[in-house]
């Protein structure tokens, strides 16, 4: 039977590293006979400039019936601070997670060992990490209420957020990174504040409570101020780190530049069923954009889990993997991960390499 492919290119650097990405699931879907059938929808910024919403019903639509979804990123200057916030590119991406539920986000950092003198951190420091964030992704602070901008009583603005995780929520994710925990490193690390926070005091108890059905899984702990610090320090310590939402997005970038920059790190929103959103972690890059120079690879590789986690076809993504190896291994290098030695090539010029190496 064949499978719905959902494709948003979103804004800035995101029709050039959709494009890439596409050119390599279409090749797979040839080579492998997947039957992939892909349908285009919008999201974002230009999503609002046509049809006045980030998140239109139409994609709403197309987004629920879709088996899988490839996205770009969203945002950029000439929306910011100019709509109401349900109407900015961002919160488009926000209602997308919620409705759908994507709750697991799983960002591995992994330093292929062509890139490790890549990274601003010392090779030996990184060589051979191969780090998965667990991040939270449809609660926290980012959703939770009430959130507003007030004024008070003497006349003066106060801006406030909520952070709320029940405990189904936390329970929820935790499982998601102890069973992803035993089919790798047999490691976890649930990041949190539970030293000032009660919200992260209650997702402490959980994950404790829960390590008891995971025996074979050694849960550590660790607050967020220390764990931003281990990951430059000794980033190879960890295996699995599980944590809210708002921890997940900050570390999550700085775990990127250990893989050598953030057009490297890919990432896989799942929920409870099979269905699940693919994009790269990084940004619509503005400073970049329309220039045919980020890099695709992230969202390339993204694409990889997408063919793994949504499509049933480990094999080809297996294969994406190995070709995203073979062009580093060919010297191949967009500016953001240019060393001495390396041949530069445009974005495009890294889609076709990789449809090649496939
Ligand atoms: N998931 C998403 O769609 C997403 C994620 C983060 C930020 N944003 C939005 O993107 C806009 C820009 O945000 P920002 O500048 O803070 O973060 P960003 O990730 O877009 O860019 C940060 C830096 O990384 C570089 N960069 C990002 N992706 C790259 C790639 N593939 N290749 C080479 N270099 C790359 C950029 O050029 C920039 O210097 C904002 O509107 C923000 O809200 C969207
Ligand atoms: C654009 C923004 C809403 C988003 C987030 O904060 O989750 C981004 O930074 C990310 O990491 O996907
Ligand atoms: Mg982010």
């Not at 197309?62 to 088996?67: E, L, M, N, P, W």
């Not at 991406?93 to 799983?106: G, H, K």
């Not at 994710?173 to 925990?181: D, R």
């Not at 993204?302 to 076809?313: D, E, I, N, Q, T």
Request: proline letters at 4%; glycine letters at 10%; one cysteine or more.
């Amino acid at each position: 039977m064949s499978k719905n492919v959902l494709v948003m290119e979103g804004d800035g650097i995101g029709p050039e590293i959709i494009r890439e990405a596409r050119k390599v699931l279409e090749r797979v879907n040839e080579l492998d006979n997947l039957d992939l059938e892909f349908t285009e929808a919008m999201l974002g910024g230009r999503a609002y400039d046509k049809h006045g919403h980030p998140y239109p019903e139409e994609t709403r639509e197309k987004a629920r019936a879709a088996d899988a979804i490839l996205f770009g990123s969203v945002g950029g200057p000439q929306w910011d601070g100019k709509t109401e916030r349900h109407l900015r590119p961002e919160a488009g991406l926000l209602d997308i997670r919620s409705d759908l539920d994507l709750f697991a986000n799983l960002r591995p950092a992994i330093t292929f060992a062509q890139l490790a003198d890549a990274s601003p951190l010392k090779p030996e420091l990184v060589a051979g990490l191969d780090i998965l964030i667990v991040r939270e992704l449809t609660g926290g602070i980012y959703f939770g209420e009430p959130r507003g901008i007030r004024t008070l009583e003497n006349g003066e603005r106060q801006g406030y957020n909520t952070d709320v995780y029940s405990e189904s929520e936390i329970r929820r994710i935790g499982k998601v990174a102890f069973e992803a925990a035993q089919k790798r490193g047999k490691k976890v690390c649930s990041v949190d504040k539970a030293n000032v926070m009660e919200v992260t005091v209650l997702w402490r108890e959980v994950m404790d409570e829960l390590a008891k059905d995971y025996p074979d899984v050694e849960l550590t702990h660790m607050y967020v101020d220390n764990a931003a610090m281990q990951l430059v320090v000794n980033p190879k310590q960890f295996d699995v780190i599980v944590t809210g939402n708002l921890f997940g997005d900050i570390l999550s970038d700085e775990a990127s530049m250990l893989t050598g920059s953030i057009g490297m790190l890919p990432s896989a929103s799942l929920n409870e069923g099979n269905q699940g959103f693919y994009e790269p972690s990084h940004g619509s890059a503005p400073d970049i954009a329309g220039q045919n120079i980020a890099n695709p690879l992230a969202t390339i590789m993204s694409a990889a889990m997408m063919l793994r986690y949504s499509l049933g076809a480990g094999a080809a993504a297996d294969r994406v993997e190995a070709a995203v190896s073979n062009v580093l291994d060919q010297g191949l290098r967009t500016g953001d991960i240019m060393s001495e030695g390396m041949t530069k090539v445009s974005t495009s010029e890294m889609g076709d390499a990789v449809v090649a190496a496939l």
